[in-house]
Structure formats: structure tokens, C-alpha cells
């Protein structure tokens, strides 16, 4: 296979990832199966029923693939640790003040940090998401369904959250090999404009 050849299918495979994690919600939301209402469905459908979830958990992993080294795992572990830890005082009905604007913030800070390759030590860039996390906990936690179970519903969007950070740690890293444009630079932007919009709209 030639390099141009190379190239192509790589950016083709690039494509196909980009189009499958942007169909992850669309598909999820079509596919109401019976019980996900009380149980690990409907936590796995929950991270993705909203557009800032959805671009707060892709931004946490496209920042690590730029921060690259232990961040790499470490920043959507801390993300994924403490959005439990906040999914239990929503589900334990604890307030956490300001959930909603820490929400935005969130989706509007993550773009922000990646659009401008903020480079912070890695004990902060887990601080900074690891806070984040606890709001968005909080809303999971707090919206779960009367008859649910707590441990299979909190499972649930655990893993829809760890799914969402790989989609945004893959597009990263392979933007990164394969692209000499800045993109993932352009893809924090784009969540910042993101996040502005849905904080005006």
C-alpha cells in the first residue's frame, strides 16, 4: 500500500470513528428497551440524552490525548471516580450547589482548555475535571427513577461515561498522528461554541 494509499484509509477510519460516536446518542435514544427506565439501561441511556454530557465526557477524553503520558488514563479515571461519587449524593438526594451552571461551565472550560493546549500540571487537570464530575453525578444521580436499582443504574452510566471518554481519547490520539492541522485543537473550539450555545439557549 502506497503512503497516499495509507493516508486515505487512515483518514477514512478516522471518519467512521468521528460518525460512530456521533450516532452513539441518536442510537441510544432510539432504542427505548423495556426497563431501562429502572436499571442499567437506563443509566447507560442517561450520559447521552443530553448534548452538554455528551460534550463534557468526549472533551475530558480528547484533553488527555493532548496531555498525553500517565493523563492519558489517569484524568478519565478521576472524571469517572468522581461522577460516582457525586451519582450518590444525587441519588441520596444531597444538593450540590449550582449543578447546572457547574454543567455548562464544564462543556465551555473543557472546550476552552483544549482549544488553547492548556498544558496544566497533571494533579491539576485532575482536580479540574475531577470537579466537573461531581455536578454531572449529581444531575445522573439525582434524575434517577423511583424504581431503579442504585448500584445497576450508577453502573450503567459509569460505563456509558467511560465509553464517551474513549470516543474523545481515540479521535484524539489518532488526530494527532495522522493530521497536521491542529485537530483537536479546532474539535475544543467547536465544544466551546458548544457550550456557549447551550448556555444562551
Not at 500500500?1 to 477510519?13: A, H, P, V
Request: aromatic share 8%.
Amino acid at each position: 500500500m502506497t503512503t497516499q494509499n495509507r493516508i486515505s484509509w487512515l483518514n477514512i477510519k478516522f471518519l467512521a470513528l468521528l460518525a460512530g460516536c456521533a450516532l452513539v446518542p441518536t442510537l441510544a435514544q432510539a432504542h427505548h428497551l423495556p426497563g431501562e427506565t429502572n436499571g442499567f439501561v437506563g443509566g447507560l441511556n442517561h450520559p447521552v440524552h443530553g448534548w452538554d454530557h455528551i460534550l463534557a465526557m468526549v472533551a475530558v477524553g480528547l484533553w488527555a490525548s493532548q496531555l498525553g503520558g500517565r493523563a492519558l488514563w489517569l484524568v478519565p479515571a478521576t472524571f469517572v471516580s468522581l461522577m460516582a461519587a457525586g451519582g450518590m449524593l444525587g441519588m441520596m438526594g444531597v444538593p450540590v450547589p449550582g449543578v447546572e451552571t457547574g454543567i455548562l461551565v464544564s462543556v465551555l472550560g473543557l472546550g476552552l482548555l483544549i482549544a488553547t493546549a492548556a498544558r496544566l500540571p497533571l494533579a491539576a487537570s485532575m482536580a479540574v475535571v475531577g470537579l466537573f464530575a461531581i455536578f454531572h453525578g449529581q444531575a445522573h444521580g439525582a434524575e434517577i427513577p423511583v424504581a431503579a436499582s442504585g448500584l445497576s443504574y450508577g453502573f450503567g452510566f459509569v460505563v456509558s461515561t467511560a465509553g464517551l471518554h474513549a470516543c474523545g481519547l481515540g479521535m484524539g490520539l489518532l488526530a494527532q498522528k495522522r493530521f497536521a492541522i491542529p485537530a483537536v485543537r479546532l474539535a475544543g473550539a467547536a465544544i466551546a461554541l458548544g457550550g456557549l450555545c447551550l448556555w444562551l439557549f
